[in-house]
């Protein structure tokens, strides 16, 4: 179960690529919810950015979600991040894409899903996250 897990959000991180003249087609309005995560895109080369998923907290069950920057940071108009917890709640916030910039979100004591989009100067919103974030228990 936890290889399927993994196999999982590791797809997920790589994402699929998708071809020069599209913009993406998945914004947050359309997803599918649920815990099952669907497919991502990756940014054109020269508009990359890192958004970081941390683990979450072992006593609080808190999700960090980090900007970490890249060569397309100042394309950036939005991202917005998106967790749905395991008891159906769905919290959405955006992130400041500046260096640094930190989100948390309040997740359960099970498996979450997040997601994120990121909509750049142009107008394409590309759906750069969507994985599972695991509850772990320390040691």
Known sequence: MLFAILLLAGVAITGCMQSPGESGSLSPGNS???LVPGPTVTLPPEQTVEIQINEKDPIYATIPVFFAGGKGQVAVKDIVVRVTRAD???????LEPLKGAELKFEGTKETDRIEAWVTLNTGSVYKVIDQLVPYRTRG
Not at 88 to 94: F, N, P, Q, T, Y
Request: glycine content about 30%.
């Open 32 to 34: 599918q919810g649920g």
């Open 88 to 94: 159906g709640k769905v919290i959405e916030k955006h």
